[in-house]
T-cell receptor
Framework: DTGVSQDPRHKITKRGQNVTFRCDPISEHNRLYWYRQTLGQGPEFLTY????????KSRLLSDRFSAERPKGSFSTLEIQRTEQGDSAMYLC??????????????FGSGTQLSVL | DAKTTQPPSMDCAEGRAANLPCNHSTISGNEYVYWYRQIHSQGPQYIIH???NNETNEMASLIITEDRKSSTLILPHATLRDTAVYYC???????????FGKGTRLHILP
């Protein structure tokens, strides 16, 4: 257990539905990252936060995706109007942030999304 | 895109040292080399990182060539629990996100 919690572990939804995932990082960690991983591929960067500020979003993140970290603690990732291509493992990671010159990321176990 | 090249898979006998190579020929002077691994159905796990010098911790050793264009992760006594995908990553520093490639799938053989 790394201390990063993700909920739910598994989500099955129908195409066109909206889904929301939650990530609770390690409490003192300022940075929070979202990645997406499909079978046989490495994790793909989606976005990351420094406290409540969203610092960068990947071009992979279409308008259907939105992420928030309202109080600089937990974060949510919402996918609207899901498509079958959204089926993947969604991983969250946290780190201490810019005070550290070399940053270790701690990952959660992920949320597996299946879009039918 | 990932800035590293790794073999897609490797085998190692249990109890032997596993040596995982990584090429990063375009690495810049301020870029660190990080290694993570991912065991099936889990998120990636940090192993070790380095800039210029060789590094060792309780999990592994990292050997970086003098020109810094390649490195080797060494698991000194591999066990079946070391079966995983190992990712080699280069990263500028604290403001640069971590980009994963496809990694090396390491099989530890009993």
């Amino acid at each position: 257990d790394t201390g990063v919690s993700q909920d739910p572990r598994h989500k099955i939804t129908k195409r066109g539905q909206n889904v929301t995932f939650r990530c609770d990082p390690i409490s003192e960690h300022n940075r929070l990252y979202w990645y997406r991983q499909t079978l046989g591929q490495g994790p793909e960067f989606l976005t990351y936060f420094q406290n409540e500020a969203q610092l960068e979003k990947s071009r992979l993140l279409s308008d259907r995706f939105s992420a928030e970290r309202p109080k600089g603690s937990f974060s949510t990732l919402e996918i609207q109007r899901t498509e079958q291509g959204d089926s993947a493992m969604y991983l969250c990671a946290s780190s201490l942030g810019p005070a550290q010159t070399s940053e270790k990321l701690f990952f959660g176990s992920g949320t597996q999304l299946s879009v039918l | 895109d990932a800035k590293t090249t790794q073999p897609p898979s490797m085998d190692c006998a249990e109890g032997r040292a596993a040596n995982l190579p990584c090429n990063h020929s375009t690495i810049s002077g301020n870029e660190y080399v990080y290694w993570y691994r991912q065991i099936h159905s889990q998120g990636p796990q940090y192993i070790i990182h380095g800039l210029k010098n060789n590094e060792t911790n309780e999990m592994a050793s990292l050997i970086i060539t003098e020109d810094r264009k390649s490195s080797t992760l060494i698991l000194p006594h591999a066990t079946l629990r070391d079966t995983a995908v190992y990712y080699c990553i280069v990263r500028v520093g604290r403001d640069d996100k971590i980009i994963f490639g496809k990694g090396t799938r390491l099989h530890i053989l009993p």
